[in-house]
């Protein structure tokens, strides 16, 4: 069985970093693309990046919301995909989510991707 | 503003057939990439209802379907049971933004 676990969220100043983990087990994580999402209290989801496998060249791509203040890596040897935020705002107060990459082909024959595994969340939540 | 546009609530007797528009752009839906829908229960993670415009997860009821058409998309449910109350959201990935991106949900009441 596929499982996510998010951890490292809490409370933190702004201003300040965190990294988030995501741990997955049930399948060989080293072969999937990971995604990280949010979503913030009483709003919709947020697609914020991913990370490819090394075998499609370990490239990261981000939101464009991003913009250089979180990084997203991976350590396939310990099955683990990282969210590291840094400079956090207010605004970045969310339940982060990881996921899975599920690839299919569409009716066009595009190799194309939805998100069939999700970990349960971890709140972060930027005060001071 | 969300990408694509969802109605923010609908609602439905018990038994009932209710469906949940999307509309995207030539960014996105438009251009041929396909739509996803997810139901969120509150204080819980997304759950994928439907990949690829209308296909069916192994384990999503019958009574859950989708269609694409142009720039849109919708999500339908038959046989409305009070366990489908929740947020659904459609999903899609956008050219012009180099990702993926999310309706802003729809609040499904059932009644």
């Known amino acids: 069985e596929v499982q996510l676990v998010e951890s490292g969220g809490g409370l933190e100043q702004p201003g300040r970093s965190q990294r988030l983990s995501c741990t997955a087990s049930g399948f060989t994580f080293g072969d999937y693309t990971m995604s990280w999402f949010r979503q913030a209290p009483g709003k919709g989801l947020e697609w914020i990046g991913l990370?490819?496998?090394?075998?499609?060249?370990?490239?990261?791509e981000y939101a464009a919301f991003v913009k250089g203040r979180f990084s997203i890596s991976r350590d396939d040897s310990r099955s683990i995909a990282y969210l590291q935020m840094n400079s956090l705002k207010a605004e970045d107060t969310a339940v982060y989510y990881c996921?899975?990459?599920?690839?299919?082909?569409?009716?066009?024959?595009?190799?194309?991707?939805?998100?069939?595994?999700w970990g349960q969340g971890t709140l972060v939540t930027v005060s001071s | 503003q969300s990408v694509l546009t969802q109605p923010p609530s609908v609602s439905g007797a018990p038994g009932q057939r209710v469906t949940i528009s999307c509309t995207g752009s030539?960014?996105?839906?438009?251009?041929?990439?396909?739509v996803h829908w997810y139901q969120q229960v509150p204080g819980t993670a997304p759950k994928v209802l439907i990949y690829?415009?209308?296909n069916r997860p192994s384990g999503v009821p019958a009574r859950f379907s989708g269609s694409q058409s142009g720039s849109a998309a919708s999500l339908a449910i038959t046989g409305l049971q009070a366990e489908d109350e929740a947020d659904y959201y459609c999903q899609s990935y956008d050219s012009s933004l180099s990702g993926w991106v999310f309706g802003g949900g729809t609040k499904l009441t059932v009644l």
């Open positions: 030539s960014s996105n839906i438009g251009a041929r990439y396909d």
């Open positions: 996921s899975r990459h599920t690839h299919y082909y569409t009716s066009i024959g595009w190799n194309s991707e939805y998100f069939q595994h």
């Open positions: 690829g415009n209308n």
């Open positions: 990370i490819r496998s090394l075998a499609s060249g370990g490239t990261t």
